[in-house]
């Protein structure tokens, strides 16, 4: 297996004598971290819990990730955008079950075949975390529980939850990348301005396992994302590097509460999703069920990031979204990008007019894409299996073959490109209102009459 290649200098030292301590060591802190490092900032990250390359994931935690190229370009802005992809599953569309058992495949991108990749969330941290320790300037704290924060004179008091023992921290800047429930973003909520809203839904998720087969093999076709759309809920499955499939079935609490017992699981299982049983295994089914709760989900929405030249928020800790866009990682990987760009565009690396440029500009993408995750589930669990949905899909394919840089398709915009999210919603507003004048002209006629009206209207427009 070829060597991961790290930058070997700093691509500028000016920041080197600024301190900036990042909360939180996951995904997003850790690629910051590098991002930061490699400018010749001195970092100091900060995890809550144990190193994750020397631990098992907490169960419940989704072992697999969507990457696309939000997320790929900032790994590749640190250099490790092939090494993670030499471990990644391309997933080139959707493969959906129906009640009988049969498969249909809804290809994510039919003109260009771009695809999501399926990456695995310890062997990411890994890479990133490995990457990090080459650089003198980067530190890790790992067991560092934050307790409190003083934000005008950027102390912390941190807590080894496992020793009790205190650490007190003195910082240039607190970035806090500790996800949904931040603790950063907590000492940040008494603040005059600072705007906060949490949304729970309804539904929740559960994460089963489909293992290999006997020959050690997939049991399903690998290079797709599988969806097992029900109406009001759903299962999906997501391939690992080990054969084995991540599998979270998404449902109200109120229908997860109905089921008590085996009986009552291996009954909803026969009705709604019976080819799913074998896979799995009767008695894995079972035990991986009851084996927790249901978690829940949460879209979490504040403004604004940060507070003066000392405290700035990202990843999840500024926006966290329901999982159902595979955005999350990608959004919190595409501030890291944002940030390090507003910074190389400074000569002086003026880190206080960066931290207030990002602060402005992320919000409202940020909440776009909280919205297009909540509009996703519905999505996939229902809409997938409508024949307007299907009829929209071949016409967005068609249009966007005859016109490729003026018709994109809403998927297309958010996971193959880098256009800002709000502008996501904005062309896909503007291609609904061409299509809505389509359909008004062309009511009784063929597809292809449809079709060359909208071709003519969007070249009009």
């Not at 759903?234 to 008590?260: C, G, H, R, Y």
Request: proline fraction near 4%; aromatic fraction near 12%; hydrophobic fraction near 40%.
């Amino acid at each position: 297996m070829p060597q991961t290649k790290y930058p070997e200098t700093f691509t500028n030292c000016v920041g080197e004598n600024l301190s900036v301590s990042i909360v939180g060591g996951g995904l997003v802190g850790s690629l910051l971290a590098l991002h930061l490092g490699q400018k010749g900032y001195r970092v100091h990250l900060y995890e809550y819990r144990d190193d994750i390359r020397t631990t098992e994931l907490i169960g419940g935690r989704s072992i697999n990730l969507a990457l696309s190229v939000r997320g790929r370009k900032a790994l590749a802005k640190v250099g490790l955008e092939d090494a993670i992809l030499e471990h990644a599953i391309p997933m080139r569309g959707r493969m959906l079950h129906d009640l009988s058992g049969k498969r249909r495949i809804v290809p994510y991108d039919k003109n260009k075949n771009q695809c999501i990749y399926s990456v695995g969330r310890k062997h990411l941290n890994e890479i990133l975390l490995n990457a990090s320790e080459r650089y003198p300037n980067i530190h890790l704290n790992f067991n560092q529980k934050l307790v409190d924060m003083h934000v005008e004179d950027t102390q912390m008091t941190f807590m080894n939850p496992k020793t009790r023992e205190i650490t007190e921290v003195g910082t240039d800047l607190i970035i806090g990348c500790d996800g949904a429930f931040s603790a950063v973003r907590r000492h940040m909520l008494s603040r005059p301005g600072f705007d906060f809203s949490q949304t729970y839904i309804e539904h929740g998720y559960l994460e089963l396992c489909i293992p290999p087969t006997a020959t050690g093999d997939f049991a399903m076709p690998h290079n797709y994302l599988h969806i097992w759309p029900r109406g009001k809920f759903m299962m999906i499955a997501l391939p690992n590097q080990d054969k084995s499939w991540t599998v979270t079935l998404f449902m109200p609490f109120v229908n997860f509460e109905m089921i008590k017992n085996a009986e009552d699981l291996l009954g909803f299982f026969g009705q709604y999703f019976p080819d799913s049983i074998e896979l799995i295994g009767k008695e894995r089914l079972v035990k991986d069920f009851f084996k927790i709760k249901p978690q829940s989900l949460v879209m979490i929405k504040c403004r604004p990031y940060h507070i003066s030249n000392k405290v700035l928020l990202m990843g999840d800790a500024a926006h966290a979204m329901v999982p159902f866009y595979g955005q999350g990682m990608n959004a919190g990987f595409e501030d890291c990008t944002i940030f390090s760009d507003i910074l190389e565009r400074s000569a002086a690396r003026d880190i206080s007019a960066a931290i207030r440029e990002f602060s402005a500009a992320r919000w409202e993408d940020a909440f776009a894409i909280c919205d297009l995750a909540m509009y996703n589930y519905t999505e996939m669990r229902d809409l997938v299996n409508r024949r307007s949905f299907l009829w929209r899909k071949t016409l967005d394919d068609f249009l966007f073959w005859a016109m490729p840089n003026t018709w994109v398709p809403l998927y297309n915009t958010v996971s193959f490109s880098h256009m800002p999210y709000k502008l996501c919603i904005e062309n896909r507003e503007w291609q609904n209102r061409i299509l809505g004048g389509v359909m008004k002209a062309a009511a009784g006629v063929g597809m292809a009459t449809v079709a060359g009206v909208a071709v003519g209207l969007a070249w009009w427009a």
